[in-house]
């Protein structure tokens, strides 16, 4: 720029190259810290959602088998009804028999 002084020599100092070394080393442990942190985190979140689906998927299983039951136990007493009402036709028409033929014979 027009109007400065040139200045001869170093245009910075130095200073303490351990220190900034120990500054480096420092921040690059933090976030290393950081990014351990974070894949824990992510790890953790994970196991949580398998744990999760694990659990919808064994509720969905259970649901599952007692619709099988109750199914079942419909089928069962649909066929003891049908039963029923075979036994109570055919002794009706025993008793309809009975009555038709005289009983002196």
């Not at 949580?48 to 039951?69: D, I, L, P, S």
């Not at 199914?71 to 028999?97: C, F, G, S, V």
């Amino acid at each position: 720029r027009p109007g400065t002084i040139r200045r001869e020599g170093p245009k910075k100092k130095e200073g303490n190259k351990e220190e900034k070394e120990e500054k480096t080393k420092s921040r690059e442990k933090k976030e290393k810290d950081n990014k351990e942190k974070t894949s824990k985190e992510k790890d953790t979140a994970k196991k949580e959602e398998k744990k999760k689906r694990k659990a919808e998927k064994r509720q969905r299983k259970e649901e599952r088998r007692e619709k099988r039951e109750r199914k079942e136990i419909a089928k069962q007493e649909k066929e003891k009804r049908k039963e029923t009402t075979r036994e109570k036709r055919e002794r009706e028409r025993q008793a309809k028999e009975k009555a038709s033929y005289p009983s002196g014979m």
